[in-house]
């Protein structure tokens, strides 16, 4: 227990769940760090764009507009099942839209005005009151961002390497915090903001620079190696 917050203990077949990414789909996301819901969504809709890129624009719209229909109806207690990705398809499909042609905007500005209407009606799922500024510019920057050329001041190492560790410092800000507070007793804002930035770095040089160079793209690699000469050897399989 922690002030304004209490979190219940979960075993270890939902530690498991989790840890294959399948929170939202077979368990509950673990609670002592809740950003992990949106990994899960994530690897769905990764996994799923071989096929969806392979359809009609038309295709993924409606898809998008059952989304939005659904994304009033909040999940269950849980959400379990793939009904939390279902209800949050929609503006990734809005930007899958733009990116497959980029010339023609009308039916995402289309959709995304219809989400950006239906945003404050829907309580129950975000809760936030402005969280529809948050999704309006997001929104206007997948827009506009094709359309304008970054002033080469945005592309400082510096302000790249912000970005880099933006994603371990969404991932790992509230176990961070968690253990901080309950383990070492840090309880000021400066004591907690400087132990979660320094995770956030100390994780993206392990993971993001270490792991995935000496280990990640190596495998990837020699996976890409084996596809190839597979298909080379038996291109009638295809």
């Known amino acids: 227990h922690v002030p304004g917050i209490t979190l219940t203990s979960v075993g270890m077949p939902t530690r498991l769940v989790n840890l294959f990414l399948l929170q939202g789909i077979a368990s509950v996301t673990l609670p002592y760090n809740g950003p992990l819901w949106s990994v899960s969504i994530e690897c769905v809709y990764y996994l799923a764009l071989p096929l969806l890129i392979r359809q009609r624009a038309a295709v993924i719209a409606a898809l998008a507009c059952l989304s939005l229909l659904l994304f009033q109806f909040k999940p269950g207690a849980y959400g379990l099942y793939g009904y939390q990705a279902l209800i949050y398809l929609w503006p990734w499909l809005i930007g899958l839209l733009i990116v497959m042609q980029p010339s023609k905007i ?14 404050p009606q829907s309580r129950r799922i975000t809760t936030e009151p402005l969280a529809f500024v948050t999704y309006l510019a997001i929104l206007g920057s997948v827009l506009c961002v094709s359309r304008l050329r970054l002033n080469d001041c945005l592309m400082i190492p510096f302000c790249k390497w912000l970005g880099d560790i933006s994603y371990p410092l969404y991932l790992f800000h509230f176990p961070t915090l968690l253990v901080a507070y309950k383990i070492f007793g840090f309880a000021g804002v400066w004591s907690l903001f400087i132990t979660v930035l320094a995770v956030a ?31 080379s050897r038996h291109p009638s399989s295809l």
């Open 106 to 119: 009308v039916v995402p500005i289309l959709l995304g005005v219809f989400g950006l209407l239906l945003i």
């Open 201 to 231: 770095i100390l994780a993206y040089y392990i993971i993001d620079i270490f792991v995935k160079n000496n280990l990640l793209r190596p495998m990837s690699s020699r996976f890409e190696r084996l596809s190839r000469l597979r298909i």
